[in-house]
C-alpha cells in the first residue's frame, strides 16, 4: 500500500500539460444519471466516449441527441457530441475491452435490512472483468460499501487479472448540475497502488480542476461521509420544525430570524421531505459499516422518514380527514426534477390513503400513469399539500388550504394553512407545456 501524502494535491485542469490521457473511455452504466453526464464531460473536451448500457431503449435515445433525464444544458450538449462522434452509445459489451478506461456506475446496494448487497455488486463485476484485460484502467465511480475496493481487487488477482490498475473515484455530483459541478468541484482519488492513482489522476484531470489522493477506504468513506452529512443536517431542520409546530411557534420565521446577518447559521437548512437513492442508503451503508454503531445515522433515519407520518398527524389535528378530498403536489425526489426513486411523495400517498376520502397526486416531471393533471387536482380537492416545490407550482393561486413545509409556495405554510383563499385558480398551460394555476 502506497501512503497518498507522497503524490501530494496536484493542481491540474484541462489546459494543464500535465494531463496528456488520449486513451478512449467506456463507461458501464453509461446512460443513466451518473454515466451519461460524466461521459458528456469527457467528450466535449476531446476525449473519445463509449456509454455502454443494457438498455436498447436508452442507448437509442441517447444516439438520437436526446436526454432520458433531466440535466442542465445537456439538451443542447448531447446531440453536437453525438454528431462529432466523440460520443456514442452501445449495448455492445465488447466496447469494454477496447477501452484504455473503464468507469463503472455500479455501487452497492442496501437490503431491506440497510446491509450492503455485496453479491450483487460481485455478480455485476464479473460481466464487466470478463470483458477487461491487464493494461486497462479500471475506476469504479459509484459509491460502495468501505473495502469493497481492496477486495475487488484482490478478487482480480486471484483471477489472473492483477495487472489491471484498479481506483476508486467518487461521484459527488448533485444531480441535475453535474455538467457545471464536474468542471469546478476537485476529483477525490482512492487507489491500492502509485500506477492507478497516477493514471486515474491523468484521467480526471481531463475534466477536474484538481485531484486529492486518498487511500482506497478514505475515499469510500468520504463519499460515504458527504451524503450522510447532509442528510443528518436535513434531520435537524426537519427535528426542529416538528418541534416548533408541536408548540405553535412559525419554524420558519425562526430561521430568518437565526440566520439574518448571522454567519454561523447560513448551512441552517429549509424543512422538507429528505429522499433519493443515495442520502438514505448511504447514512444505512456508513452503519452496517461500524457494525450498527451509527445512533446519529439512525436518528437521522428516524426524523426524515418520519417526516409523512409527522406531517399527517399534525393535519389531523385540525382537519377531518376522512370526509376529504387531498392533493399531493409534487412526486420526484426534489425540486423541478424528474427521478421518483425513493422519493417520500411515495410514503405520503400511502399514508393519505388510509386517512382521507381520496387522494389524487400529480407531477409535471414524472412519467406515472397514477397521477392526475394538476388543474383537475387543484380543482377537486379541498387540501393541498406540496411535497416536492417545483417552481410551477409557487406562484399559483389556491381557493384552498395549501401546506408547505419547505414555505416556497405561495399560499403555503403556516400562515396560510387552515384559510381559503378567495381566488379560484384558471389553469393553462407554459411555455414547456406544464399546467400551471394563475389568479383570475
Request: charged share 25%.
Amino acid at each position: 500500500m502506497f501512503d497518498p501524502s507522497r503524490l501530494g494535491t496536484p493542481q491540474m485542469s484541462p489546459a494543464d500539460p500535465a494531463s496528456t490521457w488520449t486513451g478512449r473511455v467506456a463507461i458501464v452504466g453509461g446512460c443513466g444519471h451518473v454515466g451519461l453526464p460524466l461521459g458528456m464531460a469527457f467528450a466535449r473536451v476531446g476525449v473519445a466516449v463509449d456509454l455502454v448500457d443494457l438498455s436498447a431503449d436508452k442507448v437509442a435515445m441517447v444516439n438520437r441527441g436526446e436526454m432520458p433525464f433531466k440535466e442542465e444544458g445537456a439538451d443542447d450538449l448531447l446531440p453536437e457530441l453525438i454528431e462529432s462522434g466523440l460520443l456514442r452509445a452501445t449495448t455492445d459489451g465488447d466496447a469494454i475491452g477496447r477501452a484504455e478506461a473503464v468507469i463503472v456506475t455500479i455501487g452497492t446496494p442496501v437490503g431491506d435490512f440497510c446491509d450492503p448487497s455485496i453479491g450483487v455488486f460481485d455478480r455485476a463485476m464479473d460481466g464487466v472483468l470478463k470483458k477487461m484485460h491487464p493494461g486497462q484502467l479500471l475506476a469504479l465511480r459509484s459509491t460502495v460499501f468501505p473495502g469493497v475496493t481492496e477486495r475487488l481487487g484482490r478478487r482480480m488477482a486471484e483471477a489472473g487479472l492483477g495487472g489491471i490498475d484498479l481506483a476508486f473515484a467518487p461521484e459527488r455530483i448533485l444531480q441535475e448540475k453535474s455538467l457545471i459541478e464536474l468542471a469546478v468541484l476537485p476529483q477525490i482519488i482512492g487507489a491500492p497502488k502509485l500506477r492507478a492513482a497516477r493514471r486515474a489522476a491523468d484521467l480526471f484531470a481531463t475534466i477536474s480542476p484538481k485531484v486529492i489522493f486518498t487511500t482506497t477506504i478514505e475515499a469510500e468513506l468520504a463519499k460515504l461521509f458527504c451524503n450522510a452529512f447532509r442528510y443528518i443536517n436535513f434531520a435537524v431542520s426537519n427535528q426542529f420544525y416538528m418541534l416548533a409546530e408541536q408548540h405553535e411557534a412559525d419554524f420558519h420565521r425562526i430561521q430568518a430570524a437565526v440566520k439574518e446577518d448571522y454567519p454561523r447559521m447560513k448551512a441552517f437548512a429549509k424543512p422538507g421531505f429528505a429522499a433519493g437513492p443515495c442520502l438514505v442508503k448511504d447514512t444505512c451503508q456508513l452503519g452496517a459499516f461500524n457494525h450498527g454503531a451509527f445512533p446519529l445515522g439512525q436518528a437521522a433515519l428516524e426524523v426524515n422518514e418520519g417526516m409523512p407520518y409527522q406531517l399527517i398527524l399534525n393535519l389531523k389535528k385540525k382537519y377531518d380527514l376522512k370526509g376529504m378530498t387531498v392533493g399531493v403536489l409534487g412526486m420526484a425526489m426534489k425540486t423541478n426534477n424528474d427521478d421518483p426513486r425513493d422519493s417520500l411523495s411515495y410514503k405520503l400517498r400511502k399514508v393519505l390513503m388510509m386517512e382521507c376520502k381520496e387522494v389524487l397526486c400529480t407531477d409535471p416531471y414524472v412519467d406515472d400513469v397514477r397521477l392526475t393533471p394538476f388543474a383537475e387536482v387543484v380543482d377537486r380537492c379541498d387540501l393541498l399539500i406540496v411535497a416536492t416545490p417545483h417552481d410551477v407550482y409557487k406562484d399559483a393561486d389556491y381557493r384552498q388550504p395549501v401546506i408547505d413545509v419547505t414555505n416556497t409556495v405561495k399560499g403555503g405554510g403556516r400562515k396560510h394553512a387552515g384559510h381559503e383563499h378567495p381566488t379560484r385558480p384558471h389553469v393553462h398551460a407554459n411555455g414547456n407545456g406544464l399546467l400551471k394555476a394563475s389568479a383570475s
